[in-house]
């Protein structure tokens, strides 16, 4: 297995940024416009709804790879022969507020699925936020195990932020940079910090022992194509400010 040399650098580097248009995100326009935003404003990768038509038309549109998300093996199999570079098992957020939960136990059992139908290719798996830290540590070293290559984190839908401004951005990020420091820890494989992310808790996540970050409604959340570039811009450059902190 190959991971696209483009991002294993960047994850090396701690300086990988993935845009996300959204797992349930199937708005071909939407997604056209974030992708291409993405690029512009300088990302690593971008990261899709498992839809093929949505992965052939994305194709069309950059020269990123592509990740495509999605909870059910068989899209990821559809998406991959349609051209997908690398997939996500989650993430999960877009779920939680239709009361659906994902347990350790499913999270597993999905990935074994997805590795014994894609053997091959780059696999990334969102660990769930839901689960305490302690339990969300032994899963990601499960999920490793099982044959994924990169841990996602999450958690800016359970985190309630009560202060504006900077302090706000940093409340609600608090869950997922929790994660990213306890996770990075005990696995060797890079890990991935998203989920209510932004341009002031980008250089944080990185520190907290990130190998990069994924960031989606700070920037799909966005109208207009201008400001989504200069959103990537700002991550970006966050990023490049980053200090790394090497895994003890």
């Known amino acids: 297995m190959t991971m696209y040399s483009q991002l294993a650098t960047a994850l090396a580097q701690h300086k990988a940024l993935k845009v996300i248009s959204g797992l349930t995100n199937f708005d071909t326009a939407k997604v056209s416009a974030i992708v291409k935003a993405a690029q512009a404003g300088g990302a690593t990768f971008v990261d899709i709804a498992a839809d093929p038509a949505l992965v052939r038309r994305v194709r069309q549109l950059i020269n990123l790879p592509i990740c495509v998300s999605a909870v059910e093996p068989e899209l990821l199999v559809e998406a991959v022969a349609a051209g997908a570079d690398l997939i996500e098992i989650g993430n999960f957020d877009a779920f939680y507020a239709q009361g659906r939960r994902f347990e350790a136990k499913e999270v597993l059992a999905l990935t074994q699925k997805t590795r014994s139908l894609l053997p091959e290719i780059t696999l990334s798996v969102t660990v769930p936020h839901i689960l305490p830290l302690d339990e969300q540590v032994h899963l990601a070293e499960a999920l490793v195990e099982a044959g994924a290559n990169i841990i996602q984190t999450e958690g800016g839908t359970s985190s309630q932020p009560i202060h504006a401004g900077t302090l706000g951005l940093i409340e609600k990020a608090a869950p997922t940079l929790a994660a990213a420091h306890s996770i990075s820890r005990a696995v060797s494989v890079p890990v991935l910090c998203a989920s209510g992310l932004s341009s002031v808790t980008v250089p944080m996540a990185i ?21 989504m570039v200069a959103a990537v811009r700002s991550l970006v450059e966050a990023l490049a400010t980053s200090p790394v902190t090497l895994r003890s």
Do not use: F, M, T
Request: without cysteine; negative net charge; aromatic residues 0%.
């Open 207 to 227: 520190a907290a022992g990130a190998s990069g970050v994924g960031v989606g409604s700070a920037i799909n959340q966005l109208n207009d194509e201008v400001a």
